[in-house]
């Protein structure tokens, strides 16, 4: 969860210094609780999953809610 949360604060700090306002992001980290495959890890960090699909569940998602 707190790498997940770091990567949330490090795509919120980026778009903020590519000058949108800060109030306007919401930055959300979900760790293992939103996968897009089923590729769970904890707790004992041992899965059979193969390494493309442990990197599919480290993303940035970006959802524009208004334009």
Do not use: F
């Not at 980026?14 to 000058?19: D, F, L």
């Amino acid at each position: 969860m707190s790498l997940s949360a770091r990567r949330a604060r490090a795509a919120v700090d980026y778009i903020v210094g590519k000058g949108v306002k800060v109030k306007r992001i919401i930055g959300a980290g979900y760790g293992e609780t939103k996968l897009v495959n089923g590729c769970e890890c904890e707790p004992t960090n041992e899965s059979p999953c193969t390494d493309p699909q442990h990197q599919a569940n480290r993303r940035t998602e970006v959802k524009v809610l208004k334009y």
